[in-house]
């Protein structure tokens, strides 16, 4: 780990940083629209800066760390008037240029933020404050600072012991703990877990992740990389690979973790569509109603230890399923369901237990051992005919992930379930991404607005020259016809 000493301006390099005492930086990187706006110095910035000074005559030339660019020289003068010689910044002390040592970082960093004995929280967009109610005001700076909506200090938040927030004039706001209410409100993470009386374990996979919703990272590949030390795996960097980045941590999770609440997320009372058929979600994002879900022991619900397996068809696994199919073959109507051990309590103080609702691959068989999620359904309540379920929301059409079920409503069926073998696809095909990319124009095209009662019969298509040509390779001539 490479560190710099903050009276020196030097880098020095420690092999296990669970020995050595150095203070480390949060902090976000600044953006070109940003009032004082200055590029983040990079660790060749700074060795350039180191060997200027080298190469001058030693009676003239001013100390090092006066070179160095503000942020740096501020947050090394601070860490030195709290007794630190040593500290880390991410973006001076990682040589990027090296993919290895990258990954390695990436890969040790929610370690070197809980092995640091402070951490200094630098808020570029929050002036100094003398009052301190003022930071609770809603609107205030402090509230809104963009640090609360960054991917990367999810972790830089969790993982300190100590932690204290300094404002743009390096003048200190406060700490994690004498700040932890106020925390809560801005980010959903429990003061327990921020003050670190309870262990991050204890907390579901799915409510972990849904305090990365909101936050926002640079590359799309950090809203999984970011997210490594949370839940305590690492996975290879591979910057390129996209939205598959997050599927690899959830691989990794699967692995590493018994806590099926990773497969609860969507938004469970909506509309929902293709891309929620498999098992695995694509962002954080769609865990934003999943805070409150809590894991069940698997001995409650399954008969043996449950085991997952990444195959090519999907992840292969035993689940307790249940057969609701509905004689109806114009209803896209799905096989079974299978029950998860995970659980929420309602605003009422009622448990509610969660279910997927499972789909045959193939249309022309009821083998339920290759399956998606979810399907497009009449009534709720007519698929689940053949079990005593009643609730407002079997009234509704839509197509439906999974199913919410009371505890006398998961014990019966849970008597009624067999222990099967099924492979679920967990991650979609290129050609998925390509029609979320798309889907904003297929939106255009469904919602054009009706006009005296009647839809339009016609609508106004731009086509490019790339596209006329590529129709008339294809044999297609493009005419303008203006009758409407």
């Known amino acids: 780990m490479r560190l710099i000493h903050t009276k020196t301006g030097r880098f020095h390099f420690v092999d296990d940083p669970r020995t050595t005492r150095f203070a480390i930086l949060s902090h976000v990187w600044a953006r070109q629209n940003d009032p004082k706006f200055y590029p983040e110095p990079t660790l060749q910035d700074i060795l350039l800066i180191q060997a200027q000074y080298d190469a001058e005559p030693p009676e003239t030339r001013a100390p090092l760390i006066s070179r160095l660019p503000e942020k740096i020289r501020r947050f090394c003068e601070t860490a030195a008037k709290y007794h630190f010689d040593l500290a880390w910044g991410d973006s001076f002390c990682i040589d990027k240029t090296s993919s290895s040592e990258l990954s390695e970082a990436l890969n040790s960093m929610f370690d070197w933020y809980r092995y640091a004995r402070l951490c200094f929280v630098y808020l570029a967009d929050v002036a100094p404050i003398a009052d301190t109610a003022e930071?609770?005001?809603?609107?205030?700076?402090?509230?809104?600072?963009?640090?609360?909506?960054?991917?990367?200090?999810?972790?830089?938040?969790?993982?300190?012991?100590?932690?204290?927030?300094?404002?743009?004039?390096?003048?200190?706001?406060?700490?994690?703990?004498?700040?932890?209410?106020?925390?809560?409100?801005?980010?959903?993470?429990?003061?327990?877990?921020?003050?670190?009386?309870?262990?991050?374990?204890?907390?579901?996979?799915?409510?972990?992740?849904?305090?990365?919703?909101?936050?926002?990272?640079?590359?799309?590949?950090?809203?999984?990389?970011?997210l490594m030390g949370i839940f305590g795996v690492k996975i290879t960097t591979t910057y390129g690979e996209g939205r598959y980045a997050f599927i690899r941590l959830q691989e990794e999770i699967l692995k590493t973790i018994y806590d099926q609440t990773l497969l609860a997320w969507g938004d469970f009372n909506v509309k929902l569509s293709s891309p929620y058929q498999y098992l695995f979600a694509s962002s954080p994002r769609d865990f934003r109603y999943s805070s409150g879900l809590v894991s069940v022991p698997w001995k409650d619900v399954l008969n043996e230890r449950p085991t997952y397996t990444v195959t090519s068809y999907g992840i292969c696994t035993r689940l307790p399923v249940l057969s609701v199919r509905v004689d109806d073959r114009q209803m896209n109507a799905p096989t079974c369901i299978a029950l998860l051990t995970c659980k929420m309590t309602d605003q009422q103080g009622e448990e509610?237990?969660?279910?997927?609702?499972?789909?045959?691959?193939?249309?022309?068989?009821?083998?339920?051992?290759?399956?998606?999620?979810?399907?497009?359904?009449?009534?709720?309540?007519?698929?689940?005919?053949?079990?005593?379920?009643?609730?407002?929301?079997?009234?509704?059409?839509?197509?439906?992930?999974?199913?919410?079920?009371?505890?006398?409503?998961?014990?019966?069926?849970l008597n009624m379930c067999k222990h099967v073998e099924v492979y679920i696809p967990h991650r979609p095909v290129l050609a998925v991404y390509n029609m979320q990319r798309d889907a904003d124009s297929h939106l255009v095209l469904y919602s054009v607005p009706p006009v005296h009662d009647r839809a339009y019969d016609w609508f106004e298509l731009r086509i490019s020259k790339a596209s006329e040509d590529l129709l008339a390779m294809n044999g297609y001539r493009v005419t303008m016809n203006t009758t409407k």
């Open 135 to 226: 930071l609770a005001r809603y609107g205030s700076q402090f509230r809104e600072s963009r640090w609360y909506r960054r991917g990367w200090t999810l972790q830089e938040l969790i993982a300190p012991t100590s932690l204290f927030f300094f404002s743009s004039e390096w003048t200190v706001i406060g700490s994690k703990h004498t700040l932890a209410p106020l925390i809560e409100e801005i980010t959903r993470i429990p003061q327990d877990i921020l003050t670190l009386q309870r262990p991050l374990e204890t907390s579901s996979v799915a409510c972990r992740m849904s305090w990365a919703v909101g936050r926002e990272t640079t590359r799309e590949e950090d809203e999984a990389y970011s």
């Open 352 to 413: 509610k237990f969660l279910a997927l609702i499972l789909r045959p691959q193939h249309s022309r068989t009821h083998n339920v051992s290759d399956s998606f999620v979810g399907t497009a359904v009449g009534r709720l309540r007519e698929l689940m005919g053949s079990v005593d379920i009643f609730s407002r929301a079997m009234d509704l059409t839509h197509y439906y992930r999974t199913l919410w079920l009371s505890k006398n409503q998961w014990e019966t069926c």
